[in-house]
């Protein structure tokens, strides 16, 4: 059956555009308003390309580059861009960038998204705003934020040529390494075109776990009270962290993924993230719902935070598809969360686990 009716997907990221393509193949008229004016993800992921398919109805083999370790990884920018390029094809789609959702609400009649200068409505709402969601004030009012998981990545990446003269080049894998209870996951990602694969050509990301760094987190305004409220970007270091750091690869990790840590951090690109976890009550309420990290944010080594919103993508189209005569509506609402609920806590649930494991009882 064909999907009717329309859709705001409030964030315009990784997930949000997922699940808008997955809706408006359907036939759903959707709208994606994205609060920023260009996008630059930094860094990789990993991706299971086959229900990447299942969810966007594209086959993503030959036209997303990937390196292949353990499973296919690809960067952030070039699965965006690939999500973007097929979006611009799909009928009845649209992505508004620039536009920041203040407020959102619902009546009887409809769901609602205010922005600085307008009101936009349609039969359901998508919170897809990531792990600092407002749109979560709809669905899950006691539980706005992000729960702490103990823990950093302290993340960087840079193209394969910025590498210091002499470094030999990264192998084609993804590698881990550990140094007590420091963990270093780093992997050769396509180029900054999204396609080169070729040695030298490639770009390098790192994701440097660090269970240590609360009390920094905690001084710098990222964690209160045990909640996330934001990152921890190069401009936020104290003084001398860098150098520190830039210290700590050198004694800890081999090269080249040394020399790659070490040029992130002086070149000013190397970036810190709190680890959170959001275990859902709910996944919808009424007219409006939440996917991806809005939803159910997990720990990066599940590998699994993105690849649950294509889940959740894959559900809300079968959702708006089924409904009651095949509409977007609180009947659809109600199905996804029957079908995401259940796995998704079990999901977070798993993460919380492994953070607790992982950071231990020194904490
Ligand atoms: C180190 C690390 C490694 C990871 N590795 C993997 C992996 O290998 N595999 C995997 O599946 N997952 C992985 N993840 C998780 C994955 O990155 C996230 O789950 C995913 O990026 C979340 O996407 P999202 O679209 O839900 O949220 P986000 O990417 O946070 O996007 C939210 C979007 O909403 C926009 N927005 C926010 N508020 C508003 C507003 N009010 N109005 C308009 N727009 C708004 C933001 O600008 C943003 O673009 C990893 C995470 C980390 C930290």
New binding site residues.
Partial sequence: MAGQGSAIV????????TAAIAMARTGVRTTV????DS?E?R??????YRMLCEATGEHPDDSLAYIYGYRR?TS?NALYAWLAEVGSRVEGLELRLG????KVHQDDDKAYAI?GSEELAADILIG???????VRGEVNPDQLLTDYAGFM?W?GWLAESDLPDGTPLPSDDLVSFGFGRQML?AFPLPGLNNRDLSKGLRTIGF?WHDPTRTRLLEDAGCVRDGKILRGLESGMFPPGLAQEMIGNAGRMWPTPWREAIVECFEQGIAFG?P?GNYLPERMSRGRIGL?????H??A?A?????????EDAIALRDSVRGGVAGSAGPAAMASFERLRLGPAQELVRWSRQWSRTYVGPER
């Fill in positions: 409030v964030g315009g990221s990784i997930g949000g555009l308003l994205e609060c920023r996008f993800g860094g990789g992921i990993g991706v299971d990884s952030f536009v920041d959702v203040t922005t897809a705003d990531g792990y600092r969601s407002i990545a993340r996951v994701a993230t680890i996917i991806g990290d809005a939803a944010a997990v990066p599940t590998g699994q935070g993105y690849n649950s919103s294509v």
